[in-house]
């Protein structure tokens, strides 16, 4: 980078702690030469730094923030030991498509490194209040997002991580070798207890796995959260008697405070229930309170990510979703929402590859194409069941397996209970749809190009799937992706 | 009732050609190969009767699909299913599961309710009479 620097660390002390103001390059915040330790806790920030700030500045300015600095010298730094608890910048690469010659600001991927000491064991607030706090409202950059994390063995090991796992949470629903089947009950508010049941149980006897709750339904005037519960187990069991499997509904105990929450997870644990649902809303304590109680109950917990998409969205500024799902497997929970790729809401391929890679594998490499820029090992904690779900149906089961491969919950809501032929018949169309393309595949036959061949030919004994082909054939949802990665490919040496 | 357990209970059942692709899909990743079978599909029975153990040795398709004969065979009323194992680290479980065989007459279950205080029930699955 050509670009006019400020002068270095000082390192003389009786300077450095003169009282006033100084860069926070010379306080020690950008170290170029910092080699990470395998116990640091690294962040990577997308930086616009305002007019006039030079790259090095602004993330040295963010690596301050987010951990010991304040606006001014303190000669109080000199009771710690100041130079093992500042975050070190230490390196400053330019992103892609940005800066001059583009239309676009410059960008800049800074890389920081926190020693280990500075978090508090297993707390996702803690964490975050030094990682996204203050800093994200900071005068010295226009526009901050946290693109990834590079979590250390050492600090993964202070979480429980998923109460469940998809490894044990197929065992206990007896359940293999094929994506889940799922839908949100619909309409999503007004339904009566008793109407509501009767969507669970068409559904679930029809053929798919679970049935759910939708973010906002918690325990409103047309549908109080106790009658919820006793008429969705009556549909649960009635349907796991019909057809010998078991059967789960995701009872949202999402509610004002803890004890509400307690309240409404016990009583979903006391009727038998499989699984418990909360928002992300709930925020990040409740969610690891949450993961706790589930662990202690044999319970499986999904996460709807209500909220995310006003922090995550957008290149600039906020949180990724990959860091999200970072927090979320050590938080603890068993199902989270991660997109479709295909569906209704945000998905690029790539990125949504890497959420996926985040949430299901024992060791994420870096994957610079799918936006993650570190070796993630993930010390055994278990594995989080990616759900897709929003605008997807049957007519693009061969995509949906060929993207997120097996270990998902693909939940078609409009897709079961729109089905023309009523709730059962949209059910029976999923499930005959998936399992037929699952056979195919492990045949060894070509379903990305095959896809519609297969289904036609499933539908030929299935006629429920025959009209759900002919209903939603030409939907799709090809809007071009917000969330991107930039990133130039770089020929690698032969 | 048509018991939905297993991961091709949907499609019509398989024929032996089809059966065999899946245990060659199953062999080409590595996976053990098990048979169980049962009179007792209860939804919570896990722990169906095994025929012999799984077939950690066996890279033969049709090795396996003579075992899976076999069971059928010394079985003919009982459901029969195939088991494919995967024992790397991080799994350890099963991948894949799926029914070969049905009793001609396949048993019903019923649901007794017992009424507890609160209007909860409590629900039992059981065998109908």
Redesign the interface.
């Known amino acids: 980078m050509n670009q006019p620097t400020a002068p270095a660390m000082i390192r003389d002390a009786a300077q450095r702690y003169k009282a006033g103001v100084m860069p926070y390059k010379q306080m020690g915040y950008w170290e170029p030469e910092y080699v990470p330790n395998d116990t640091d806790v690294i962040a990577l920030f997308r930086i616009t730094p305002q007019e006039g700030v030079e790259p090095e500045e602004a993330a040295a300015a963010v690596a301050g923030e987010s951990s010991t600095a304040t606006w001014t010298v303190v000669w109080t730094d000199r009771l710690t030991a100041c130079e093992a608890y500042r975050a070190k910048a230490y390196r400053v690469d330019p992103v892609p498509g940005t800066g001059a010659g583009t239309s676009v600001p410059a960008q800049y991927f800074a890389y920081i490194a926190y020693d280990l000491d500075l978090f508090e064991e297993g707390s996702i607030a803690n964490l975050t209040a030094s990682i996204i706090g203050n800093v994200f409202g900071f005068k010295a950059v226009k526009a901050l997002r946290l693109e990834d994390m590079r979590i250390p063995v050492a600090y993964l090991k202070t979480f429980q991580g998923p109460p469940t796992g998809i490894?044990v949470e197929?065992?206990r629903l007896?359940k293999?070798?094929?994506p889940l089947l799922g839908a949100t009950v619909k309409p999503k508010l007004g339904l009566s207890g008793k109407n509501y049941g009767r969507v669970v149980y068409e559904a679930l006897k029809g053929?798919l796995d679970f049935v759910k709750d939708d973010e906002n339904i918690n325990s409103q005037a047309f549908m109080h959260w106790?009658d919820r519960f006793?008429f969705v187990?009556?549909a649960v069991?009635?349907a796991?008697?019909?057809?010998?499997?078991?059967k789960g509904h995701y009872l949202n105990v999402t509610a004002a405070t803890m004890e509400d929450l307690y309240e409404r997870a016990e009583f979903a644990k006391?009727?038998?229930s499989v699984i418990v649902m909360i928002d992300l809303v709930i925020g990040y304590t409740a969610i690891q309170s949450m993961a706790k109680w589930a662990r202690r109950n044999n319970m499986i917990l999904h996460l709807h990510r209500a909220g995310h998409s006003t922090y995550t969205r957008q290149k600039t500024h906020g949180v990724s979703f990959r860091v999200i799902s970072k927090w979320m497997r050590m938080a603890g929970v068993d199902h989270i929402h991660a997109g479709t790729v295909v569906g209704k809401l945000e998905g690029d391929p790539n990125v949504i590859a890497g959420i996926y890679d985040t949430l299901r594998e024992?060791h994420t490499p870096a994957n610079l194409q799918h936006g993650l820029f570190f070796d993630q090992p993930w010390a055994g904690l278990r594995?989080v069941m990616p759900v897709a779900s929003g605008g997807i149906h049957v007519g693009q089961m061969h995509q949906l397996i060929t993207y997120l491969g097996e270990d998902v919950v693909l939940q078609f809501g409009g897709g079961t209970i729109g089905h023309p032929m009523g709730i059962q018949a949209g059910a029976?169309a999923n499930?005959?749809a998936l399992?037929?393309m699952?056979?195919a595949r492990?045949?060894?036959r070509d379903i990305w190009n095959e896809g519609p061949e297969i289904l036609h030919q499933?539908a030929k004994?299935c006629a429920p799937l025959k009209a759900a082909l002919d209903t939603w054939k030409d939907i799709s949802f090809n809007y071009e992706s917000t969330d991107t990665v930039d990133y130039v490919a770089t020929p690698t040496p032969a | 009732m048509r018991m939905t357990q297993g991961t091709f209970s949907f499609l019509p059942d398989l024929t032996d050609k089809q059966v065999r692709a899946q245990v060659e899909y199953a062999l080409d990743r590595g996976w053990a190969v098990s048979v169980e079978h049962t009179a007792d599909p209860h939804p919570r029975n896990v722990y169906w009767e095994m025929w012999g153990q799984p077939m950690f040795d066996l890279r033969d398709a049709a090795g396996v699909v003579q075992e899976i004969k076999a069971c059928k065979a010394a079985f003919p009323a009982h459901f029969v299913k195939v088991n494919a194992f995967d024992s790397t680290r991080g799994w350890e479980t099963i991948r894949l599961s799926f029914i070969v065989q049905r009793p001609a007459q396949e048993p019903a279950f019923a649901l007794e309710r017992q009424e507890a205080e609160g209007r909860t029930i409590r629900y039992t699955i059981g065998r109908a009479v």
Not at chain 1, 240 to 246: I, L, P, S
């Open positions: 490894v197929r065992e007896d293999f070798g094929r053929g106790r006793l187990m009556e069991n009635r796991a008697a019909d057809t010998g499997e078991v006391e009727l038998g024992a594995k029976t499930r005959v399992e037929a699952i056979q492990n045949e060894g499933a004994a």
